[in-house]
């Protein structure tokens, strides 16, 4: 009887005090001190960064001789794991700096996880305008720098030249400056066998590129202040009805999945050196990997282009971010300065040149959120390669220079979740795409109002 | 006098009483506290937090019932919940169908039942990420084996992964991979079936299906019970296998509704989305199913479950 009125009594008062919540009045870092001059120590710990290549580890080399013989990195390796980061921030012991997605620092910062940088980066002396507009604004919420850009990825068009030059097509019916000319070329492309699909003519890689057809076709997803969706307007409609209709036009989203699914992507039995892939919109660092285990493919490339011609990408990547309650924030602030430095990149790129040319392989360069940075690696990669691998690198250098991306909010995931479960039913063919988009639009813009709300109330 | 004997012979038989009762208790507290610890209090926090807005990062605030009656306005709680109980619906009678065939089979394997018992047993121990993974492998449309395997008898198999009518009996079949635990509880039981009930069935004409179904089955049916039961809450609790084929890192964007388990969607809301409130209240709405559909298991044991040696 006695034990079960203790131990009630126990679990009470612990339900009262909320003693496994955590949330204590952690240290904000706003008596921190930021200055490129200062002697630092002590540990820099980093969440979500791991050194696992010469352009990690040479930066990395840079930062420890930055920060001094007295403080010492210590990195928690692998992908950034949100529930780890917030919990470690909730209980009062965060790392020094996190490595983030850039989508993801809105929603850290409307939740207060991290801090804005405003004086780190003018004690750091962090120059702020060598940085890509669009990388910038996605780690800028509510008028305030969160987060320092560090990588960036854009999207170039990739395609198979043997299989273009035997359809009668070139990369420029596939670079999506003329739909009419991709949904020809994808019939041409895709090849049946006994009522199967054997080859992808071409894949609109959605859901995930919804945000680069609608852009192509002159709309965002959201509006430049993160405040309103705009997934219903009929540009994105009609995006996604063409981007459907690639699908739809060899036998169903389904089939297309099925065979892209059973490719070797990574490896040298790859979509593109199996030809069974005509074209896609594919992220720049394919690149390097299709040059790497198939050096011999027949491949085109192009940039993705918009309806007027343009070239146009999707620009996404990480940030550093120095969380809420740092134990060393002055390190951290030092070590994204770094990181994020064109002289680091320099230095890391040409260690990338050496150990290709060593290996006898191309330097396909370097994209970061930083210009400076990324014309003076420019400057390193071949200019008279006439391959197709040298039409990559130009035309990933181009896209880079035509980037545009997604203003940060505070409902980064939800908003994401949103348009991505709406273009699923689509392709699933539970729902028609304006429908779909009727519906996404009122779910996205209910947790972009509460969100806001939420962040306007404190 | 004898009163007095008495008394101090009651007072004895208490104080031993007692002092057995305590020694059960230091005996048993290791697992009182950790019970206390890990399961009690956590189920209770998350009764307070399903009360709560709370995104881990900032404090709880009381919202009264908020999240409850938002979860019956939500369409996604509903489809979650109907995949779940279609997806149980299916797996369980699936995975008792078969494991009871694999150990009638085991029952007469004779010498070489040791090597099959662990055989059976070995896919329990593979990660459920892995058999995630696999599934989208053996259930690909183009290059899956199951497909594969159809296709030698004629059938052009569906597309397991994508299409949606297809995607919960595609997880059915990757569930068959683990019966094995079933198995080994199941060929258990079947051992203890008396020999001479079975003869005298033999005697009495009856052939080998009367004899599975008026002798054995009515026997071995608290193993069976306790397999429905315990398979009904694991199904009702899906997530890992789903969540890597469907939901996770190899599919960033691609999902497909149809395997949204509730257990899939309550970890969204929860890890990805940070709505811990409403997650703590998804979970105390499925602890409230997962306890009303056992107890209907328990009332209907009543009936179709004997016990040898009394009980019925």
């Not at chain 2, 019932?65 to 109907?82: F, S």
């Not at chain 2, 090597?115 to 896919?123: D, I, Q, S, V």
């Amino acid at each position: 009887m006695r034990l079960r009125v203790v131990t009630g009594a126990v679990l009470a008062g612990c339900l009262l005090a909320g003693c496994a919540e955590g949330t204590s009045d952690s240290e904000e870092t706003s008596d921190a001190s930021f200055d490129s001059n200062a002697d630092l120590s002590g540990d820099v710990q980093v969440m979500g960064f791991g050194a696992g290549d010469e352009i990690a580890t040479v930066r990395l080399e840079k930062a420890e001789e930055e920060l001094g013989s007295e403080a010492e990195v210590k990195l928690i390796e692998g992908d950034l794991d949100i529930q780890q980061f917030l919990s470690s921030v909730a209980s009062g012991e965060p790392p020094s700096l996190v490595y983030a997605e850039r989508s993801q620092i809105g929603t850290f910062a409307s939740r207060g996880a991290v801090v804005p940088l405003t004086d780190c980066i003018e004690g750091e002396g962090i120059d702020t305008s060598v940085f890509r507009e669009s990388a910038l604004s996605e780690v800028t919420f509510a008028d305030e720098v969160y987060g320092i850009p560090e990588f960036n990825v854009v999207q170039l068009t990739q395609a198979n030249a043997d299989l273009l030059e035997q359809s009668g097509h070139t990369v420029e019916d596939v670079n999506g400056s003329d739909w009419d000319a991709v949904l020809a070329a994808n019939k041409d492309l895709m090849k049946m066998e006994g009522g199967d699909l054997a080859t992808i003519g071409y894949d609109s890689k959605l859901p995930e590129f919804l945000p680069l057809w609608a852009k192509a076709n002159g709309v965002d997803l959201i509006s430049e202040d993160g405040r309103t969706a705009q997934l219903d307007d009929p540009a994105v409609v009609e995006a996604l009805e063409f981007a459907v209709s690639v699908y739809d036009a060899q036998g169903g989203f389904g089939e297309v999945k099925a065979l892209r699914d059973s490719a070797d992507f990574f490896g040298d039995g790859n979509q593109f050196a199996s030809g069974t892939l005509g074209a896609m919109p594919m992220e720049q660092w394919y690149v390097s990997v299709l040059n790497d285990v198939s050096p011999d493919a027949p491949m085109a490339f192009d940039t993705v282009r918009d309806l007027q011609g343009e070239p146009i990408a999707w620009a996404s990547g990480s940030a550093w971010a120095i969380p809420k309650g740092s134990p060393n924030p002055e390190a951290a602030c030092r070590m994204a300065r770094v990181m994020t430095e064109t002289e680091s990149w320099v230095a890391a790129a040409e260690e990338r040149v050496r150990l290709r040319e060593k290996d006898g392989g191309l330097f396909t360069g370097i994209l970061t959120a930083n210009e400076e940075a990324d014309a003076a690696v420019q400057e390193m990669v071949p200019s008279d390669d006439q391959s197709a691998w040298g039409q990559a690198i130009a035309a990933m250098y181009e896209a880079n220079d035509h980037t545009f991306a997604m203003p940060a909010n505070p409902a980064g995931d939800e908003f994401e979740q949103a348009w991505q479960d709406e273009v699923n039913k689509v392709l699933t063919g539970d729902k028609e795409p304006a429908d779909a988009l009727a519906d996404a639009q009122e779910a996205a813009q209910a947790a972009l109002d509460e969100a806001w709300a939420t962040w306007d109330e404190k | 006098m004898s009163a007095t004997v008495a008394a101090r012979k009651e007072r004895k038989e208490r104080g031993s009483g007692r002092h057995q009762g305590r020694a059960a208790l230091l005996f048993i507290s290791p697992w009182l506290i950790g019970f206390a610890i890990f399961m009690l209090y956590p189920v209770l926090y998350t009764i307070y937090l399903s009360l709560t807005d709370y995104d881990v990062i900032n404090d709880p605030t009381y919202v009264g019932l908020d999240n409850y009656r938002e979860l019956m306005g939500d369409d996604k709680v509903v489809l979650a919940m109907r995949n779940t109980f279609v997806y149980t619906a299916m797996a369980v009678p699936a995975q008792l169908v078969l494991s009871l065939a694999l150990a009638l089979l085991l029952q007469r394997a004779g010498q070489a039942a040791g090597f099959f018992r662990t055989a059976f047993f070995l896919p329990k121990m593979t990660p459920p990420v892995a058999v995630g993974v696999l599934l989208l492998m053996l259930l690909n449309g183009q290059s899956g084996l199951v497909n594969e395997f159809l296709g030698w008898f004629g059938i052009s198999g569906p597309n397991w992964t994508t299409d949606p009518s297809w995607v919960k009996p595609g997880l059915v079949i990757m569930s068959l991979w683990t019966v094995g635990a079933s198995v080994i509880i199941l060929l258990a039981a079947l051992q203890e079936v008396p020999e001479e009930l079975l003869d005298a069935a033999r005697v009495d004409g009856a052939g080998w299906w009367t004899r599975l179904r008026h002798v054995v089955l009515p026997i071995i049916s608290p193993a069976i019970y306790f397999i429905v039961v315990v398979d009904t809450i694991a199904s009702l609790q899906s997530f890992t296998e789903a969540y890597t084929a469907f939901f996770g890192a190899g599919n960033t964007t691609y999902s497909n509704d149809a395997a949204l388990f509730y257990a899939i969607y309550l970890f969204q809301q929860a890890f990805e989305f940070l709505h811990m409130g409403y997650a703590s209240a998804m979970a105390v709405l499925l602890f409230l199913v997962v306890m009303v559909v056992t107890a209907v298991q328990v009332l209907l044991s009543r009936r179709y479950v004997h016990y040898t040696g009394g009980q019925s």
